[in-house]
């Protein structure tokens, strides 16, 4: 919706030594979805990854999330399902950044 506010996440995620690209592309392409689909007041859901393994990028998959706002998030990973998403993805990843922004969408 144009000129809605919302509190975005963005997860910049390297895959842990030994795991092959594709072991972690079906990992966060197919495997990990299902549970971050869990988080109460989870508005957005997006899953990136780059269509050719890279060995010189810092990341191998950047995720994108959106809650209203901070207490939101906070809440959503407070939870059982926030939990198991979060050790799940601890599990699969050496590495994560997480880039909190305010999203201003301008074109839809």
Do not use: C, Q
């Not at 030994?18 to 592309?25: A, P, V």
């Not at 393994?53 to 407070?78: H, K, Q, T, V």
């Amino acid at each position: 919706m144009k000129g809605l506010r919302m509190l975005k996440v963005m997860s910049l995620m390297k895959r842990k030594e030994g795991m092959s690209y594709d072991e972690f592309r079906n990992w966060a392409l197919n495997e990990h979805p299902p549970l971050a689909e869990k988080l109460p007041g989870l508005r957005g859901y997006r899953m990136n990854v780059p269509v050719a393994e890279n060995p010189d990028s810092p990341y191998d998959a950047i995720s994108e999330m959106w809650f209203d706002d901070e207490a939101g998030r906070l809440a959503a990973f407070g939870t059982d399902a926030g939990k198991a998403a979060g050790a799940d993805a601890a599990g699969h990843a050496s590495s994560r950044f997480h880039f909190m922004a305010e999203e201003k969408v301008v074109i839809e």
